[in-house]
Each structure stands twice: as structure tokens, then as C-alpha cells.
């Protein structure tokens, strides 16, 4: 799987913090699969939302998170416009 995924948040999401609940579960991803070196989860800003984006390492051991909200296959971002947000830097 070199998949890579993505997640739109509104400006209404945002305010009800539905992205920190998104890290929060992502994080337990990570831990529980011990760290994977090429897991990793990104935020890029376009007008008017803010995107997740999990990498294809994040892919594999969330992909039961992925499903569960709906995050849709997506090309990989260009990593100038992204930051780090959890996972592996």
C-alpha cells in the first residue's frame, strides 16, 4: 500500500476541535504499531479548510481510522506546503 489519504476540515470543524481529536486517535495508531519510522500524519492549509493528510506508512496502520472517517485516496502533497503533525518527522 502506497496510498496515500486525506481529510478536509471546515473552519466549523476546527473550531470544534474535531482535528485534535483526529491527532489524538492517530497517535494511538502510532504507539500501538511501535513507531513505524514511515508513518507520519500532515496538515496543509487551502482556502476556507484545513487538510489531513496521512502518509502511506500512516496508511497501513490506521487504515481502520482512515475508514472509520472517511478520509478519501489522495496524491501525495507537496511537502512544501505541508507541516508535521504527529508520527514519525
Known sequence: MN???????SADDMSAAQNLVLEGHFEKFFLAAGSPADAALYRGLEPGQTVYYFS?????IAMKLITHISAVPSPAPAMSEVVWVAGHQ
Open 3 to 9: 496510498d496515500w489519504y486525506r481529510l478536509t476540515f
Open 56 to 60: 502511506p506508512g500512516a496508511a497501513r
